[in-house]
């Protein structure tokens, strides 16, 4: 899995989504992680 650095974008966007998808997971956890403790 060769990824070269061109003007073509396309091959980005699958680690975008997963870069959004972990943040959501994250931050959800530390929001969960904060109510559970009061």
């Known amino acids: 899995m060769n990824v070269v650095l ?8 699958p680690y975008i989504v997963i870069m959004v998808i972990a943040i959501v997971v994250i931050a959800g956890v530390l929001i969960y992680r904060k109510k559970k403790q009061k």
Not at 6 to 13: E, K, L, M, P, V
């Open 6 to 13: 061109t003007g073509d974008n396309t091959n980005i966007t």
